[in-house]
């Protein structure tokens, strides 16, 4: 598939995001006033606008990138957006004004991250940047404890959440140290089924420094996920299954830790094991969660129809039991399926990556979108206990937005270097009809 069909296959799909984003927000608008918004012109014009200058930057600068991240992350971004301005027309205008926030970052990462391995030369900078990041809501004066975590910034009038972008430049750290370390984390010796002592110690240092986090900031679902992230790429540099083993025995042990030594966990296991035992208390947002999705059945009582607005955050933590409330067991599959075409897509990018780093990056980087997708509806679910995640590009979230909104524009510029590199060395493209990684 060349350049020019890869990007005019993105804008088809770009095309049909809009035009559905746009006729559930009319959808919405009947369902809940009987007549048009007001503002559907604008509205779309906002849409096609925003997804068409990241077109237009992919267009110029990467070419070669893959054609489907971009439109999937838009319908998720849209779909999002229509059910927080249904649930809250205050939080609309604000997630409007970071959706512009993220599609601004998307741009300028794709602008000047040049070459993704490039990033490798500034392995300790991103290191010391991504623990900065996250140890910044511990700072006096300005660290803000929000329903018992420790996890939000407040700069003036602007609260974020530092640990959103901490995971990429992580990410970013963890694939230039696992690339140069990885023969000596290989290497387990004649007959042995556990890595030497001294190749233990990078995966006991993630460990504890997950611990710290989990400890200071009282924040499982980071935790976990900065852990998830760190075995998981350590699994895919070494191709040692027992990393994985070793792993989940120490995510145990660290899962006890925090049981035994936080309320809120324990509260929060005690809801998850049994919600409708404190339904009229601390289980009432899990149990008017199962509710709204148990009544949307198949198809949903439609946009703007149901009563979503009885789930506590359902713009939040919950929205993925308001869109089941209102698009039924169809859209939340719909819904689970755009995620998994993304994972699948940033999963054969790094498959295709002829770089070991930007193997590991892409990895790392489809890892963190997986994941934390995988915690928050697991615990909407009731799969796994609340931890309080936002649902990536779904719910509302500035800084989580943004963050995501980079992580995308890194993947696709490991995209196009890789096809790009095999162009230049004479390799074939990718076959048509397909779409490239």
Known sequence: ???????????????IVAIVTAGAYVLAGLGKTASLPANIGPFLGMILGLLGVAHVALRRFAPHADSVLLPMAG????????FIARLNRDLAGLQATWTLLGIVAFIATVVVVRQARDLDRYRYTFALLGVGLLMMPLLPGVGRTIHGARLWVRLGPVNFQPGELAKIALAVFFAAYLVEKRELLSDFGRGRLLPQPRALAPLLLAWGFSLLVMTAEKDLGSSLLFFA?????????????????????????????????????QER??????????????????????????SGGLAGAGIGLGSPQKIPA???????????EELGLMGTVALVTAFLVIVGVGLR????ADQPFEKLLATGLTLILGVQTFIIIGGVTQLVPLTGITLPFVSYGGSSL???????????RISNDSVERKLRAGGAAAPAGAVDG
Do not use: C
């Not at 409708?276 to 208390?281: D, I």
């Open 1 to 15: 598939m060349t350049r020019a069909s890869r990007r005019d296959t993105e804008l088809g799909l770009l095309l």
């Open 75 to 82: 319908l998720l971004n849209g779909i999002g957006y229509v």
């Open 229 to 265: 992230l760190f075995i998981g790429m350590l699994w895919v540099a070494t191709d040692r299954g027992a990393y994985l083993a070793l792993g989940s025995v120490l995510f145990a042990m660290g899962s006890l830790f925090a049981y035994k030594s936080f309320a809120h966990v």
């Open 269 to 294: 296991v005690r809801i998850w094991h049994d919600p409708w035992k404190y339904a009229s208390n601390e289980g009432y947002q899990l149990v008017q969660g199962l509710y709204a999705m148990g």
């Open 314 to 324: 359902a713009a939040t933590d919950f929205i993925f039991a308001a869109i089941g």
């Open 349 to 352: 990018i790094a498959l295709r």
């Open 402 to 412: 943004v963050a995501n909104y980079v992580l995308l524009a890194m993947l696709l």
